[in-house]
Each structure stands twice: as C-alpha cells, then as structure tokens.
C-alpha cells in the first residue's frame, strides 16, 4: 500500500495534481481555440451560423445521453477495478459502449435529416449585417448541422473511454483529449481565416471546399477527443464485444443513475436553447459569438481549479460508497468540498479581476464587445462557486446511488438560469443582454450549490461538510480581496489590444491570486494546512 500511495497520480492530491496540470495545458489549447476562432471566423453572421449549427450535437447529445454516461460509469465500474472482476469489468463496459452506439448513431441521422427544420427554430430574425437574413442564416445552420452531426455518437464514445479509464484511477488521457481536439479544431480555423474573410459573408458567396474546411475540420476534433480516450481505454486491458445485457444488478442501478443524469441535463441544455433563441432574436450578428466567449473564459478557471479535485475524488467516493465505509466516505467528502470552495473562490475572483484584459484577448482595441464580454465575466464570476460545487457534489451523490436528490438540484438551479434569462434577455437593453446571462447563470447555480449541500449533508451526515462554513467565510473574503487586487492592476495598466491584454491579464492575476493567499491565510492557516494534509490520504 506505501508503495502504492506513493506513485504519481495515485491518491485524490495526486490524481488532482496530474489533473490540474494537464487541464492548464488543454485548457490553454481551448483559449487558444477561442482566439483561434476568432481569427479565422469572428464576431460575424457566418460566426453565428457556425456558433448556432454546432450547438445542435451537444445539445441533443447531452439531453439523450451526456448527464446519463457521466454519471454512470465511474460509480458502476469502481469497485469491480479495485477488487479485480476483470470479467464484471469488460460486460459493464461492453454493455455501455453498446447501448451508446446503439442510441447515440441513430440519434446523428436524424440530427441530420431534420437539420432544416431545427435551423429555423434557432436562426432568429438574422442578424444586423446586409443579408444577413433568417433564411440566409438558417440554410447555413442546416448545411453545417450535416457535418457536425456525426460528432453524437463520438461524443458518447469520448465520455464512456473517459469514465472507464478514471475507474482505473487513469485520469490524464481524459484531461489531455481536449487538447488534442482543440490543436485540431484552431487548425481548421487558420486554415479557414487563411482562404476566406468570414467578414465577407453572405455578400461574397462561400464555396463548399472553403466551408468544409471550417466544418469537417470541427467534427474531426471531436473525432480526435473520442479516440484520445479510446485507445488507451482498449490497452487497459478491457474487452468488448456487443451485448445490451448487463450482469445481473446492475441494469437497475444504471437506470436509476441514468434517469438522474438526464434530468439534470435536460434542464441544461433547456438553458442552452433559450440562450441561443434569445441571443439570435435581440443582439445583432455575432452576439452569439459573444456570450460563447464570455462563456468559455468562465469554463477556464473552472475546469483547471475545481474539476480535477471533483474528477480524481469521484473513484475514492464511489469505492468508499460501494463498500459501506461511510466515515472514509465523510472524510474525503469533507476535505475535497472544502477544497473545492477555496479553489473555486480564487477562480472567481480572478475572473472578476481580469476581465478587463481577458475582453481585449478577443476584439480589436476600443471594439464595443469588449466591453460586452467584459462585463460578462463579472457577472459569470460569483456563479463559479455553485457550478464547482455542482460538478463535485452531484459526483458525490451519484456515488451514494441518491441520483434523484442530485438531479433534483441541479435541475432546480438550472431551470431558475433559464427563467431568469428569458427575463433578463428580453427586459435589458441589449448591451447587458449577455451580462444578464451572467448574472441568471450565477444566481441558478448558486441555488443549485446550496441545493446539493443540504442533500449531501442528509444523506452522508453532518462530517460530510465538517468545517464549510469557515471554509467558505474564508473563500469568499479572498475572492473579493482577490478580486479588489486584480481589478486594480487592470485599470492600472489598462491595456488596449491583444497582446498588452494577455500581458495586463497575467500581471493582474498573478497579482490577485498573491492577494487571495495573503487573505486566505490570514483568516483561516490552521484550516489551510489541515486541509492539505488531508488531500494527501485517501
């Protein structure tokens, strides 16, 4: 056991640490992907087309199958690894893998046949630009929703690999495949800029090669996360064959768990098509553009502090769930939600501090929608707490096997976001319409966190959040102060243009995030240093 502790990547701080510092370089790959994007397509009609036609995939694949496979796997394939059922292991897996190809394929076809008709729920009115019509916008939306719809299945394939390999406490081909995909996809976009100026667009017409370019080159980075995943997913040692038989037991529990999932998805990407809808309908031609820009600046902070401590405590959860040892389940609950807190408070924090800088990386100096996605970013910020604890204590339930009181809040949280969107999207004037997205993203997620915590804390007891309260008392100081310090350097060196906002946005946060240890320290070092010596057991 010494010996095995000691291996890298073994252990939640050693899982998480492997995580987090593959997750920065895939998660720099993903921002180069934006500024990417940018370059080669921009805040354009023919950005929002693309935008609107390649959300389709991931919302039909996430309201059929996503939230069911990311809940499943890791909770019915944990203890099988550790005790070695090797035989177990490859039926689960074989039968995962069937029922997602046998749903998932189908699913792509009729994405594609029905392309049309979606293209013209979501297109809007068009966008502010000459010609940049409805029906202009919606023909585009179908001709690329044909090519992306293969991308369905690929995604199920990517995130069951994923499941089974974090099961075997394999966690960095899953960090490391976005970055992969995202060399892929910036490749196709350069390449893209480079033959056509999507500023042109409908006034030049688009040949077909030059869009292919554009739209196979995307499906073929969805192509390359899948196979990341996969191939090292078949050297583990797993088999598969077809078969929808799972051994006998466990189809209950993956319904259940399934049903959870799906739920709690269903109500996310309801979000997804109200954001979509409203942004066609009320902002002018790349405003969609602009809040997926605001919206992945948010994911950033996100996936690299919060997901790889939620993702490498998942397995240890679930085998702690399976064997009944409900006090090492409440140790490790405890510690990494505590953990969870101070490192999605720093993310917030920062993401307030830089958004000055962080909305030049994205338009040309003094350009309006810097400002946009500026303001974005202070009101995604407060909701990065909720959506860690989120991503953290869903996983958690799941491994109690209490699915329904996990999706129950998170569909809780992700239904007010998308009343308050309709709200707040066609109330405001349209220069906040995405900052109001923010702030209905933040308070839905906020009562999504709160939700998930008191249905752990019943389910787990009172030792499962142990000691949040100074946590997140200690959390939310830093990240104002964190906040405070990294706002300051902005407008004191108050960048214009791309380079001096990357530059600007490293100074700030390094700053800020200097300020938040200072202040997190000084309120609360006793907890501080328990906590880390805690991550480094089980």
Known sequence: MTATRSRVGDGVAGAALLVAAVTVL???????????FSYGVGKTCLGSAYTTANTVPNVLFEVVAGGALAGVVVPLLARAFRDGDRAHVDDVCSALV???????????????????????????????????????????????????????????????????????????????????????????????????????????????????????GTTAGVLALALTTLVPMLASGVRLRPTFRFPPGVAVRARSLALAGLAA?????????????????????????????????????????????????????????????????????????????????????????????????????????????????????????????????????YALHAGRAAATA??????????????????????WVVAGFGAANSVGMTVAGVLLLRALRARAGSASTSSLGPTLTTGLAAALTCACAAGALSALLAPQGRLTGLLAGLVAAGGGAAAYGACAALLDRAGLRELARGLRAR
Not at 136 to 142: F, G, P, R
Request: aromatic share 8%; proline share 5%.
């Open 26 to 36: 895939s998660r720099a790959a993903g921002f180069g992907r934006t500024l990417g």
């Open 265 to 397: 998805l269903l109500a996310q990407q309801l979000l997804t098509v109200v954001v979509v809808v409203v942004a066609n309908a009320r902002l002018r031609d790349g405003g969609l553009v602009v809040y997926t820009f605001a919206w992945t600046l948010y994911l950033l902070p996100y996936a690299v502090l919060a997901v790889p401590l939620a993702t490498s405590a998942f397995p240890a959860l679930a085998r702690h769930a399976e064997h009944d040892e409900r006090d090492a389940y409440a140790a490790v609950a405890a510690r990494t939600t505590r953990a969870v807190v101070l490192a999605a408070a720093l993310g917030a924090g920062l993401l307030a501090g830089t958004a000055r800088p962080l909305s030049q990386l994205l338009d040309a100096p003094g350009d309006a929608p810097a400002v946009l996605v500026s303001r974005a970013l202070v009101t995604f910020a407060p909701g990065l707490l909720g959506y860690a604890l989120v991503a953290h204590l869903g996983r958690a339930l």
């Open 98 to 216: 069937t029922w997602t190809l046998a749903v998932l394929v189908p699913l792509a076809a009729v994405a594609a046949l029905a392309g049309p008709v979606v293209a013209k729920a979501l297109a809007g009115s068009g966008g502010g630009s000459a010609g940049c019509t409805a029906g202009v916008l919606s023909d585009a939306v179908a001709r690329m929703v044909l090519v992306f719809a293969p991308q369905i299945p690929l995604y199920g394939l990517a995130v069951v690999s994923a499941g089974i390999l974090q099961s075997q406490q394999r966690f960095f081909a899953a960090a490391f495949a976005p970055l992969v995909s995202s060399v892929v996809v910036v490749s196709a976009y350069v390449w893209f800029g480079a033959l056509f100026d999507a500023r042109s667009w409908p006034r030049a017409d688009l040949p077909g090669k030059t869009e292919a370019v554009l739209t196979v």
């Open 410 to 431: 998170t569909v809780a949280g992700w239904l007010t976001a998308a009343v308050l969107d309709v709200v707040l999207g066609t109330t405001l004037p349209s220069g």
